[in-house]
Structure formats: structure tokens, C-alpha cells
Antibody
Framework: EVQLVESGGDFIQPGGSLRLSCVAS????????MNWVRQAPGKGLEWVSF????????YYAESVKGRFTISRDNDKKSLFLQMNSLRVEDTAVYYC????????????WGQGTTVSVSS | QSALTQPASLSGSPGQSITISCTGT?????????VSWYQQHPGKAPKLILY???NRPSGVPLRFSGSKSGNTASLTISGLQADDEAIYYC???????????FGTGTKVTVL
């Protein structure tokens, strides 16, 4: 079964750091680009970051640039999101999502992990 | 990068058809055929139902179809069913701010 499982979400104070993980199974992780997408409580989807299959291309949304770092370990079939200088507005469910092979679109999603930033 | 514009809500009776619009700019929807649509049920992860404007991933019913004209893309759900009640998001590749931009979301209610 093709699956993505996120972990690492927690309740944390503003200014703190958190590292999210996403483990893939059921497919060849190293041939796909990956993304992080978040959803604040009661709000819509917001794309956060993209990493190509070899980690050679990385993009960030302006809202997280300079604070978040995406990375991957193809040997461990894992995707990561290092989140620093967290703000209240970073509170959201964070999903990892796998891109299509030959186009733009996220075809496999994890169940999400919740990050709550509050004092 | 502003979110793509979608109607906040739409409703229809079982068996009817509804069309959800998604309006962007020439930097996203209007400039590329990389428009995708997602269905999200409450408390669940989004599910890709269309990509490249009108292509369906494996397993997505033919009732879901897509089109695009200028800066506006559309998702049509034909033969509305109870399980279609969900929030639908469009998304597009964007050249103005990497990489993806999502729509504001449309809540579909089946009466």
C-alpha cells in the first residue's frame, strides 16, 4: 500500500523549533518530488515547501522562507521539515504530499501532523 | 502570491450537476495547464481528483471533469452524490512565487 506517515507535531511556544518527519512506504521514494502543505484550523490549504527527488531543487513559500528547511533521506525513505522561529500563525496541520511523476499535482498525501504554537 | 478565487459555497440535489470556478491570473491558471483539483472531507487529508486541468487519476469517477478558459478553471461534478459533500480546492503551478498556489476552497453541500 502506498502510504505517507507524518510525525513530530507538538504544542510549542513562539520562537521555538520543531522537526517534522514523513516516512514513505509502498513506492520508490527516491524518484518522486515531495512537498509540505499546511492547513490552519478552519482555513484552506497552503503550500509550504518543495524538494526535488535528488534535493537539487528546493522552494519555499514566502511565509516560511528563512525559517523552515526541507530535506530528505532517500535511503530512509524520509522527508523532513525543520521549523525554526515558530510563530502563532504557523499553527496548522502539516501534510507531506508526493508529486505526480510527470506533472504538477500532489497525488499521495499523509494523514497530517498537528503543530500548535502558543504562549 | 494571492490565493486563487473560488466561490465559498455551492449546493445541489442528488443527481444534479454543479460547476466550481477557480480564477487566477496569467501567472498561474491562465498561463499553464497545470491546474489540479482536490477533494477534502472533514478531518481527512485532501485527495487529488483532477490534474493538468482535466486528467483524472486512477480510481476517480468520470463524474468529475475539468476545463479551463483564460484565467478561470472549472470543476464540474455530474450526477451529484451524497459522498461528494466536501470542500474542493483548486491549485495551480505559479511562476510568480514558487511553486504552487491553492484556491480559497468551495464547500459543496448535497441537499
Amino acid at each position: 500500500e502506498v502510504q505517507l506517515v507524518e510525525s513530530g507535531g507538538d504544542f510549542i511556544q513562539p520562537g521555538g523549533s520543531l522537526r517534522l518527519s514523513c516516512v514513505a512506504s509502498g513506492f520508490s521514494f527516491d524518484i518522486y518530488s515531495m512537498n509540505w502543505v499546511r492547513q490552519a484550523p478552519g482555513k484552506g490549504l497552503e503550500w509550504v515547501s518543495f524538494i526535488s527527488r535528488s534535493s537539487s531543487t528546493i522552494y519555499y513559500a514566502e511565509s516560511v522562507k528563512g525559517r523552515f528547511t526541507i530535506s530528505r533521506d532517500n535511503d530512509k525513505k524520509s522527508l523532513f521539515l525543520q521549523m525554526n522561529s515558530l510563530r502563532v500563525e504557523d499553527t496548522a496541520v502539516y501534510y507531506c504530499a508526493r508529486d505526480l511523476t510527470t506533472s504538477y499535482g500532489m497525488v499521495v498525501w499523509g494523514q497530517g501532523t498537528t503543530v500548535s504554537v502558543s504562549s | 502570491q494571492s490565493a486563487l478565487t473560488q466561490p465559498a459555497s455551492l449546493s445541489g440535489s442528488p443527481g444534479q450537476s454543479i460547476t466550481i470556478s477557480c480564477t487566477g491570473t496569467t501567472s498561474d491558471v491562465g498561463g499553464y495547464r497545470y491546474v489540479s483539483w482536490y477533494q477534502q472531507h472533514p478531518g481527512k487529508a485532501p485527495k487529488l481528483i483532477l490534474y493538468d486541468v482535466s486528467n483524472r487519476p486512477s480510481g476517480v469517477p468520470l463524474r468529475f471533469s475539468g476545463s479551463k478558459s483564460g484565467n478561470t478553471a472549472s470543476l464540474t461534478i455530474s450526477g451529484l452524490q451524497a459522498d461528494d459533500e466536501a470542500i474542493y480546492y483548486c491549485s495551480s503551478y505559479t511562476s510568480s512565487s514558487p511553486l504552487y498556489v491553492f484556491g480559497t476552497g468551495t464547500k459543496v453541500t448535497v441537499l
